[in-house]
């Protein structure tokens, strides 16, 4: 990213992610994230929250056998880590910032073990603020003909 392309600058003295606990899916949360997964194909850009719905949702999702998942949220989250380290999630397919994850900031919810959030965001990573341009004449996809 060039300095040109940044609004706002703010200097941190790089403080730890405030850890939110992760919570547990429910019966329904994992019904709601089976059903989710049949919609789900190669390609497609995922949006998650928080709370046991992304989280089963997320996992569900770090063991299909789906390629090229793009990621496009405003709060990135530890599933998001899951589908990362499954290989699901590359971004390869995205229209923009092809082979990067859009967000607006990571929220730790203290996962132990594997790769680590901030590893995600080295490697995987494009802030949001470089989307609030439009492109002239672009219609996305989802808003139909």
Do not use: C
């Not at 600058?9 to 994992?30: F, G, K, M, Y």
């Not at 949702?57 to 090229?68: V, Y």
């Not at 082979?99 to 919810?109: M, N, S």
């Amino acid at each position: 990213m060039h300095i040109s392309d940044v609004d706002l600058i703010v200097e941190s003295d790089s403080q730890p992610l405030v850890q939110v606990p992760s919570a547990e899916p429910t019966a329904v949360d994992n019904q709601v994230g089976e059903h989710v997964m049949e919609h789900l194909e190669d390609g497609s850009v995922i949006q998650l929250g928080i709370g046991g719905m992304p989280n089963a949702i997320g996992g569900m999702i770090a063991r299909l056998d789906l390629k090229d998942l793009g990621g496009h949220t405003e709060m990135l989250v530890d599933a998001y880590v899951d589908m990362y380290e499954a290989g699901v999630m590359t971004g390869k397919r995205k229209a923009f910032d092809r082979g990067r994850i859009a967000f607006t900031f990571a929220l730790d919810q203290g996962r132990e073990g594997g790769e680590n959030l901030g590893q995600v965001e080295q490697d995987l990573t494009a802030p949001s603020a470089r989307h609030r341009r439009s492109l002239p004449g672009a219609r996305p996809s989802w808003l139909g003909p």
